[in-house]
């Protein structure tokens, strides 16, 4: 599992990714695919992508929680959302017509 694939589930299921990095700060990867580390004020000293391979619990949240029955917050380990991840289409298996031109 890598940012890419956190990106393109977060843009398909318009919701928010978040998970804990090493140095306890939180990346959040939005509903457009931004990965940001709230209270970071620096150049980071670490790799996202280093820190995504280590993180083991991860929350995916409605992007808009105060919506009427919004679905709730739900945590689930990182074998639960390598499953979420791997049964979303990747947005680079769609197939337009036009591309056989």
Not at 7 to 28: H, T, W, Y
Not at 51 to 72: G, R, S, W
Request: net charge negative; with cysteine; charged share 30%.
């Amino acid at each position: 599992m890598t940012l890419l694939d956190l990106r393109k589930l977060a843009i398909k299921k318009q919701q928010r990714i978040r998970f804990r990095l090493r140095n306890g700060m939180d990346c959040v990867m939005n509903e457009v695919g931004v990965a940001r580390v709230p209270g970071l004020d620096r150049v980071p000293d670490f790799d996202l992508e280093q820190e995504l391979a280590a993180a083991t619990v991860f929350v995916v949240e409605p992007v808009d929680a105060t919506q009427k029955n919004a679905p709730k917050p739900v945590t689930m380990g990182r074998e639960a959302m390598a499953v979420l991840v791997s049964a979303s289409p990747a947005a680079a298996a769609h197939h337009d017509d036009h591309d056989d031109e």
